[in-house]
């Protein structure tokens, strides 16, 4: 095992003991926090932790966020007297693609020969839905070894369409019309003569937006990257709004469709690269039936950084759970398509408009029973301003559901000035109960060789059920 910053683990045998509640004993006396008072509360964590995880490292640090960016289009508010965008799955179903000379499949091959860069070909793309429905049809997989899923973003919310390996299958020469085989992390071999794709055809509001991106998992056991319980834990998100990820490389009436595509339907082939340095777009190939597909003008850049957060309500719990607060920097990017009449040669000009920067905290969970504040950059955030103090909020208290994304998770959204993602100063002051303001007992990032009480993660990060303690290998990487 290849440790991460050093963190130097101890003996695991008291890795089954049992986790008391963030609420088990009140940690503050009846006169405050004294500084007495807090230097044996982190004594005393201190020690618990090394008990539970090992010695710490004097090098140890704790923040473990890639601050990956995250691509959407600009969001667009309803209007007064306007219906919300809804979103549908009519049906799914499957067609049979043949894959001949002259076929789509050799039109890849030809054209998109795996390993080679083809970041010439197609470009970024988004659709706006001129008519209430659209299809998609993945049908051609790639030399690929991660394992991923297909996503549509529509108006903002996300869909799940169809994961890797699910429903297609293929067929050689010399199988019969009724034999199907299924594939493998090698994708399609040469000599295939038909495909059978699945089709999932949706209903949205007309007008609404929508891009497609893909979740690919670059850990795990990929040689069998087929079974999900495989996949790993390290997942990138590859979006059409992202130069050099998903294009849309041809827009042709040659393509082949289902029968329930409409024949003024617009049919176009979308290539996609699963995150590898090739760029050769031919890990995943899908036929999407619908609307004119537009370059990207102006996409919204988002680079988040989940801090979770002990409130030493008790000294040995670590469920990080008692505050979670994802804390962004938010921006808006002007895309330019350049040609060089000359050369024939494409690229994207990328251009970051100053007055859309913003940054903005939204707090996903709060498993203490006291009040705290939060302090980001200039911002402060008191719970009992807009939470119930003494709730366990979004932490799986007693056999509830734990929401980490979507609307069910935002306690509180409010907007940050003057956070900086490489300092990381933001803190936690936690009061006792009916305490005066002076008394409470603030908690910061912990420095290099300090027992945490607040780490840094990906915002993909789920924080952990009530009473369960991290696993030892949030710190550690194999």
Known sequence: MKLRNLLVLGSMAVMGAAFMSCSKDVAFDSEGVEKAAAEKLNAEYRTNFEKKYGAINPNQTWDFATMTPVYSLPSTATRAGETPSTVELVSKGSFVIDGGEGSVFDWLRTNMPAGQNHTQVGSPFKAVLSRNTFIVAPFYQGCASYFWELWVNINGKEYKIWQKYDDLGYQ??????????TLTKDGLPAGVTKVQAPTFTYKATEGSQL????????DGDNAHANDPEGK???????SSLENGNMRALQSMNGLPKPANVPDDYFSYLIGCEDGA????????????????????????VRETKRYMMEDLGTTDDFDFNDVVVDVSNVWTKKITRQENASTGEVAYHEEVLEDSKRQEAIVRAAGGIYDFKLTIGNKEWRKKDGLNVGE??????G??????????????????????????????TVYRPDAHDSNGMTIKFPNPGDAPMIIAVDENKAWMTERIGAPADWFTTE
């Open 211 to 218: 891009f497609f991106f893909m979740k690919v998992w670059t």
């Open 172 to 181: 050689l020469a010399a199988d019969d019309e009724d034999t199907w085989r």
């Open 399 to 428: 056999g509830s559901t734990i929401y980490t994304t979507g609307a069910e998770s935002e306690l509180a959204k409010f907007d940050v000035t003057g956070w900086d993602k490489d300092k990381n100063n933001i803190s936690l």
């Open 392 to 397: 366990m909020l979004n932490t799986g208290w």
């Open 232 to 238: 790993g834990n390290n997942v990138k998100i590859l």
């Open 277 to 300: 340095p090739d760029g050769d777009f031919e890990d995943l190939g899908f036929l999407f039936f619908g609307p004119p597909i537009k370059e990207v003008e102006e996409v919204e």
